[in-house]
């Protein structure tokens, strides 16, 4: 496990996507922060990364036919 000063931006997931926020909602995974943009105002939600959302963006983008789009890491 990292201290708090080996986490960086890189470990964790924004998205800007409601859809594949409420996605994720129903698959059971739940964001670590939701809050608004600093520079554009845009609502986010920002997740932790790990496998199991690797695999469920990945599923989410091949339902909606963005394979291609699917990496997380």
Known sequence: MKTFDEITNRDFFYCYDNRLT????????????????????????????????TLAIHEYMVSIGREEKSRVY
């Open 22 to 53: 409420q996605f994720l909602t129903e698959k059971g995974i739940k964001y670590f922060l939701k809050a608004k943009s600093m520079k554009d105002n845009k609502v986010f939600a920002m997740y932790k990364k790990n496998k199991e959302l």
